[in-house]
């Protein structure tokens, strides 16, 4: 069945330096989207890209889609404490409803 | 609004035990998903309903049940508790697709947190 993975599991970072997760799914997507989770809430929405080679941006992060549409990052320039949590990409495939989620970064900021 | 509401917040079920995890929304979406996100881990969909009536499995349905009566409420069912079925389990909801995007954001509730011994 359709996978999607991203890398690294987890990452420790200084406030300040700059962070990168990677999305990747087995199939071709439709969409992508992309969520935080605080530690103990729940998710919430950041974006969503729909286009072959899209970047989109929203203050300090930055948001691609691969060219070939099965591939995703997220960065964040200088970080800050308030970025701590889990970031998830979730996938989708033409024709269908169903939501893949990527097995997640989780973001801690060393202040 | 109060968006996605979830109950209960907490329960531990004994092993063979049943029990319904509550979701309604009152953002008038007609997609609604069920989710369950073991600990450390990402979500997995159980369940999905595009509408009143209609319902669809996802990655993880063996052991869980839907319906789908209302287009604000959306219960899932546990029948036989087992041990893992621990998790926390997420409820979500979407508007139907804009014109010029396929799909649209996922609102998600707080969560219940379940434990089953």
């Known amino acids: 069945g359709q996978q999607v993975m991203q890398i690294p599991q987890y990452q420790h970072v200084q406030e300040g330096e700059d962070f990168t997760t990677y999305c990747n799914s087995s199939?071709?997507?439709?969409?992508i989207q992309w969520y935080k989770q605080r530690p103990g809430g729940h998710p919430v929405f950041l974006i969503q890209?729909?286009?072959?080679?899209e970047v989109k941006k929203q203050k300090r992060l930055t948001f691609q889609f691969g060219e070939a549409k099965k591939n995703s990052s997220l960065h964040i320039t200088a970080t800050q404490t308030t970025d701590v949590g889990t970031y998830f990409c979730?996938?989708?495939?033409?024709?269908?409803?169903?939501?893949?989620f990527g097995t997640g970064t989780r973001l801690k900021v060393l202040a | 609004n109060a968006g996605v509401t979830q109950t209960p917040k907490f329960r531990i079920l004994k092993i063979g035990q049943s029990m319904t995890l509550q979701c309604t929304q009152d953002m008038n979406h007609n997609y609604m998903y069920w989710y369950r996100q073991d600990p450390g881990m990402g979500l997995k969909l159980i369940y999905y309903s595009v509408g009143a009536g209609i319902t669809d499995k996802g990655e993880v349905p063996n052991g869980y049940n839907v319906s789908r009566s209302t287009t604000e409420d959306f219960p899932l069912r546990l029948e036989l508790a087992a041990p893992s079925q621990t998790s926390v389990y997420f409820c979500a909801s979407s508007f139907l697709p804009l014109a010029g995007a396929l799909y649209n954001e996922q609102f998600f509730g707080p969560g219940t947190r379940l434990t089953v011994l």
């Open positions: 890209l729909v286009k072959s080679g």
């Open positions: 199939t071709t997507l439709s969409n």
């Open positions: 979730a996938g989708i495939t033409s024709g269908t409803y169903k939501y893949i």
